[in-house]
């Protein structure tokens, strides 16, 4: 049972989304902060889940260059993932967070279980999934 795992890392809470079997839809799962979300992934893992590879939104400003955030991002990836030993995608998250918000307007009956940081993450799934490498701008730990 090999799953996709996005995140959309925030300096106050981390979106989790996952692939489903088939590596085709994702789904959001949680938001958590940084101190739970190692748990929660191991959670996830003994649950009987199989992480194939890590999504990471990489946070880039307007014209492609790097945000601020984005070394918050390069310091979670090797502090949280790299224990994991596998692959990680940082995808251009350039207005996942916008376009998480509209959706949630648009279904409020979603909004009543997630936030705006888990409909990201699953935003930043689906954009490695159409896109593949169109959306790549980082790789950990390639294989």
């Given at each position: 049972m090999e799953i996709i795992l996005g995140i959309d890392f925030g300096l106050k809470r981390i979106g989790v989304a996952r692939s489903d079997l088939n590596g085709?839809?994702?789904?959001p799962l949680f938001s958590t902060d940084i101190l739970n979300l190692g748990g929660k992934i191991d959670e996830i893992e003994r649950e009987g889940w199989k992480i194939k590879l890590?999504?990471?939104?990489?946070?880039?400003?307007a014209d492609g260059t790097q945000s601020e955030i984005s070394n918050h991002v390069e310091k979670f990836?090797?502090?949280?993932?790299?224990?994991?030993?596998?692959?990680?995608?940082?995808?251009d998250e350039r207005y996942s967070s916008?376009?998480?918000?509209?959706?949630?307007?648009?279904?409020?009956?979603?909004?009543?279980?997630?936030?705006?940081?888990?409909?990201?993450?699953?935003?930043i799934i689906k954009r490695f999934l159409k896109y593949g490498n169109e959306y790549v701008v980082k790789i950990w730990n390639e294989k």
């Open positions: 085709i839809t994702p789904r890590f999504i990471v939104g990489y946070p880039l400003n990836v090797k502090e949280e993932l790299l224990k994991y030993s596998k692959p990680i995608y940082g995808i916008i376009e998480a918000e509209e959706f949630l307007r648009e279904n409020p009956k979603m909004s009543k279980k997630y936030d705006d940081n888990s409909i990201a993450a699953v935003i």
